[in-house]
């Protein structure tokens, strides 16, 4: 009996709250956003206003598991999120000010603000920031309080969560991937940065936020089987033009370079075509 693989298609859309910053993706349901549109999208505190960058569309993944759109954002949302852009540009000019007067070793990263509405907790703000060790900001938080009229919050970032929310460029010229893309954190190791036979030096492989590149993850675990199955530098091996010595990996080409005994020049050859299993296979069948 033959099985049928029914996949079952959806939309999805993509959305930011701020320009060039992180993606959130999101089932339209019947809404239809374009690119540049303002929609609601649903939060922990209520329904935000977000961009459309990402115009709906048709996918092969599951997107049941996707929160959905409220609706299109209208004139009254927009007055909203205007008011709300307002009192957190007015509360970080307050906290760089404050800080600066308390004389705390603190950076201002960003600011969250939750407006006051019918029925809820009252205004909020949430002062993201960075420092070199913990810092004591009792008397911070209560000035803070009494210049902004509202129940304030400080949140101490890691450097990595820093440059998450602030974004930037990379190295590689293209936006921090913590920014964009990158969901979760995973280890990173110097050991990945020696088996891709890059230069330990703190400035070619650290990112924006000064810790090592999380893009040396992506490819160590090609690195890791390269160097399980083709031949150590130095191990002699055939190959199609002839007998020759191993002196170099190109793991990018998935090849070696072979200094050849004939002549002592160097040729790049394919893993597969100097690997001893290979090898063993084609004598015994031919």
Known sequence: MTRVTVIRMGMLCAVSFNRYGRLFYFDPGDLRPQVGDRVLVPTDDGPEVAECVWAAQWVTEETEGFP?????????????????????????????????????????????HVLDSEGGSGARTTIYFTAPHRVDFRSLVRDLGATLHCRVELRQLSARDSARV?????????????????????????????????????????????????????????????????????????????????????????????????????????????????????????
């Not at 190959?239 to 990996?249: A, E, I, L």
């Open 166 to 286: 602030q974004g930037g460029i990379g190295s590689c010229g293209r936006d921090l991937c913590c920014a964009t893309f990158l969901n979760d954190f995973e280890p990173v190791t110097i050991r990945m940065a020696k088996d891709q036979d890059l230069p330990l030096n703190p400035l070619r492989i650290s990112g924006a936020c000064g810790r090592l590149m999380c893009c040396l993850k992506y490819e160590h675990p090609l690195y890791q089987q390269f160097q399980a199955t083709a031949p150590a530098v130095g191990a002699r091996v055939s190959t199609p033009d002839g007998d020759g010595r191993v002196v170099g990996h190109s793991v990018p080409r998935d090849s070696v370079i072979v200094r050849m005994d004939a002549d002592g020049s160097r040729c790049s050859c394919s893993r597969a075509s100097v690997c001893g299993s290979r090898q063993a296979y084609e004598e015994r069948h031919g």
């Open 68 to 112: 959905r759109l409220v609706a299109m954002a209208g004139d009254d949302d927009m007055r909203r999120d205007e008011l709300l852009r307002k009192r957190k540009a007015e509360a970080k000019v307050a906290a760089k000010r404050l800080i600066r007067d308390h004389e705390l070793p603190m950076k201002v990263v960003a600011v969250d």
